[in-house]
């Protein structure tokens, strides 16, 4: 099986930047792409960032011109640079990743989850 463990979240004040790396580990044989969810409290969860195999990036419009997603192949680690953050940033962060095992097998992993507060 596949594992995700997010780590990075914590407790800063607006305007301030921080970072959450996600790391995949398990059967792996490709990453076709990783993302980073958000959930508020009394609110769905709805994507924030997303790469793909490609490189190729999404954004929430909410978060384009602050947010950065990145990824570091070789340690099969994805990153979010979160940068002039709001009060509205606050939420659970998830890491999501769509993975081909070594049997060709497509599924897709959840991490549990990362708190970020930004207080005012």
């Known amino acids: 099986q596949v594992q995700l463990v997010e780590s990075g979240g914590g407790l800063v004040q607006p305007g301030e930047s921080l970072r959450l790396s996600c790391a995949a580990s398990?059967?792996?044989?490709?990453?076709?792409?990783m993302g980073w969810y958000r959930q508020a409290p009394g609110k769905q969860r709805d994507l924030v960032a997303r790469?793909?195999?490609?490189?190729?990036?999404t954004y929430a419009d909410s978060v384009k011109g602050r947010f950065t997603i990145s990824a570091d192949n070789a340690k099969n680690t994805v990153y979010l640079q979160m940068n002039s953050l709001k009060p509205d940033d606050t939420a659970v962060y998830y890491c999501?990743?769509?993975?081909?095992?070594?049997?060709?097998?497509?599924?897709?992993?959840w991490g549990r989850g990362t708190h970020l507060t930004v207080f005012s």
């Open positions: 398990g059967s792996i044989f490709r990453i076709d792409a």
């Open positions: 999501h990743a769509a993975i081909t095992s070594a049997r060709f097998i497509k599924s897709s992993y």
């Open positions: 790469i793909s195999i490609r490189g190729a990036t």
